[in-house]
């Protein structure tokens, strides 16, 4: 049996009314959570938003979590910094054969040049 969902439950439904909260310019934002989201690795017109170094092809809730960064500000964290392929995956499948980067979180784009990555 497959659910069919009329209605996304992963993001706000009111979502501009959420992003009002955020202090551009002064407060550190960081938005985190297990939206089932997927960026994927085609950056293109979204550079400002997304790093090079995602996993896979972008989903429904990915382009909307790509947008919801571009009004808000935020880098998603995950994909900023190469990684290897292994280290990428945050859900495999039971056969081992799929996997994907879903988990992702937001930090303020001001802060980016803040970032570094450990050794």
């Not at 939206?35 to 989903?59: C, F, P, Q, Y």
């Not at 919801?68 to 990684?83: C, E």
């Not at 994907?100 to 990555?117: A, C, P, R, T, Y």
């Amino acid at each position: 049996m497959r659910l069919q969902m009329k209605k996304k439950i992963y993001f706000p439904t009111g979502y501009k009314v959420w992003l009002r909260s955020f202090h551009k310019k002064k407060d550190l934002n960081i938005v985190i959570g297990d939206l089932n989201v997927k960026v994927g690795v085609d950056n293109r017109s979204n550079e400002e938003v997304i790093g090079m170094h995602g996993l896979g092809e972008a989903n429904d809730n990915g382009e909307r979590f790509i947008s919801l960064r571009s009004i808000s500000q935020l880098v998603i964290g995950g994909t900023v910094f190469p990684h290897k392929r292994i280290h990428k995956a945050t859900w495999i499948s039971s056969d081992g054969r799929t996997e994907n980067q879903i988990d992702h979180f937001g930090i303020s784009k001001n802060l980016e040049g803040h970032w570094k990555m450990s050794e």
